[in-house]
């Protein structure tokens, strides 16, 4: 069985793609300048960022 995966997203999928990451960025800048923190990946791992994060010592 021969599969072609294609190396680049369709147009439509790059504006969705798009529209999503601008979508994750406004809400992170609202809870930034709220003063909310905010969980996100790194490394593979949650990063939990801002002045009132709770302490997650492992």
Do not use: F
Request: aromatic fraction near 4%.
């Amino acid at each position: 069985m021969n599969t072609k995966h294609k190396t680049t997203p369709s147009p439509e999928a790059q504006r969705q793609l798009e529209a999503l990451r601008q979508a994750v960025s406004k809400a992170l800048e609202k809870k930034r300048r709220l003063g909310h923190y905010a969980v996100t990946w790194q490394e593979g791992k949650p990063l939990v960022q801002g002045e009132d994060a709770p302490d997650v010592t492992p």
